[in-house]
């Protein structure tokens, strides 16, 4: 608690009592607590690929430049760590740009197929799964719409996409699929993303959602991810007034699930 004490005065100047303010900080406080750690993770998650850059040209200037095979394969690395700046930064501006529209509530909303929309995103990720012999199957029924901003909707499918090919082994299937729940959940509809991957250890699983937060950072790092495609999903589930789920098994895969108002039409 913090607390300020101001002494009252009447019109003669003759003190008539104290007022005594408390100030519940707790939340502020842990609020401060994020902004920082964000700022340090930020600024850790960005000086990574700047070491590696600067250490490689520093070699080549030192003289690596004169094998034209070391230079070369240096130089790749430079433009793979400079790709993953350029990566971070996206994710980070996409992130802020959701958190600021979400704030002001200017995100438009509109009722529509939700199929469409998936399927978009599918298209969108059949190149990256053809490449890694990930095949891709998807189940919407036509009847089914959300009340969603389709950009954002697709961009979450994406992100849930990318991961669930990038995590699965070559030859397994992943699969998108949309269904209104019977019952209880009445309008609502349920996306999922399911592979059959290498799953996550239930260790993992509450803090999935934060951002830079990875299972296995090396893993994560090798294949491009930036530790914030999960966090971006949060976000937009949140604009749809919705929540993402996660289950997993370690090594038999994971299925996330997003749940957004819709319904049959
Ligand atoms: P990244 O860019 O590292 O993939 P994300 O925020 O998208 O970051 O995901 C956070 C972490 O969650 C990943 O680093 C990975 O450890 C884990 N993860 C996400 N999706 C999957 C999945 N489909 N299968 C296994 N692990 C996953």
Not at 68 to 90: G, K, Y
Not at 108 to 118: A, N, R, S, T
């Given at each position: 608690?913090q607390?300020?004490?101001?002494?009252?005065?009447?019109?003669k100047?003759?003190s008539v009592?104290?007022l005594i303010v408390?100030?519940d900080?707790t939340k502020l406080?842990?609020?401060?607590r994020?902004?920082?750690d964000f700022?340090?993770?930020?600024?850790?998650e960005l000086r990574?690929?700047?070491t590696?850059?600067?250490?490689y040209?520093?070699?080549?200037?030192?003289g690596a430049l004169d094998?034209?095979?070391?230079?070369?394969?240096?130089?790749q690395?430079?433009?793979?760590q400079?790709?993953r700046l350029?990566?971070?930064i996206?994710?980070?501006l996409?992130?802020?740009r959701?958190?600021q529209?979400?704030n002001?509530g200017?995100v438009?909303m509109e009722?529509?197929?939700?199929?469409?929309?998936?399927?978009t995103?599918?298209q969108?990720?059949?190149?990256?799964?053809d490449?890694?012999?990930?095949?891709?199957?998807f189940d919407?029924p036509e009847?089914?719409?959300?009340i969603?901003?389709?950009t954002?909707l697709e961009q979450?499918?994406?992100?849930?996409l990318?991961?669930a090919?990038k995590?699965?082994?070559e030859?397994?299937?992943?699969?998108?699929?949309?269904?209104v729940?019977?019952?209880?959940q009445e309008?609502?509809?349920?996306?999922?993303?399911?592979?059959t991957g290498?799953?996550?250890?239930?260790e993992?699983l509450p803090?999935?959602?934060?951002?830079?937060y990875?299972?296995d950072k090396a893993?994560?790092?090798?294949l491009g991810?930036?530790?914030?495609?999960?966090?971006?999903v949060?976000?937009?589930?949140?604009?749809h007034?919705g929540?993402?789920?996660?289950?997993?098994r370690l090594?038999?895969?994971?299925e996330?699930t997003?749940?957004?108002p819709?319904?049959?039409?």
């Amino acid at each position: 608690l913090q607390t300020n004490v101001v002494t009252l005065y009447d019109g003669k100047g003759e003190s008539v009592g104290v007022l005594i303010v408390m100030n519940d900080v707790t939340k502020l406080r842990r609020l401060e607590r994020i902004r920082s750690d964000f700022v340090a993770n930020v600024s850790h998650e960005l000086r990574t690929p700047i070491t590696s850059i600067r250490g490689y040209v520093e070699t080549l200037l030192d003289g690596a430049l004169d094998d034209r095979e070391d230079a070369v394969r240096f130089l790749q690395i430079v433009l793979r760590q400079s790709q993953r700046l350029n990566a971070i930064i996206d994710d980070l501006l996409a992130l802020s740009r959701i958190e600021q529209e979400s704030n002001d509530g200017s995100v438009h909303m509109e009722e529509g197929p939700l199929c469409c929309v998936l399927e978009t995103a599918v298209q969108t990720c059949q190149v990256n799964a053809d490449q890694r012999g990930v095949k891709l199957a998807f189940d919407c029924p036509e009847a089914v719409v959300a009340i969603m901003n389709e950009t954002l909707l697709e961009q979450a499918v994406v992100n849930l996409l990318v991961n669930a090919i990038k995590y699965s082994k070559e030859g397994d299937t992943v699969l998108v699929r949309a269904e209104v729940p019977d019952g209880a959940q009445e309008n609502r509809v349920r996306i999922s993303v399911k592979d059959t991957g290498c799953g996550i250890s239930p260790e993992h699983l509450p803090r999935l959602f934060e951002r830079f937060y990875r299972s296995d950072k090396a893993r994560s790092r090798e294949l491009g991810g930036t530790g914030l495609g999960l966090a971006i999903v949060k976000h937009i589930a949140g604009t749809h007034h919705g929540r993402i789920d996660v289950t997993s098994r370690l090594g038999e895969g994971s299925e996330f699930t997003l749940t957004i108002p819709g319904r049959m039409a």
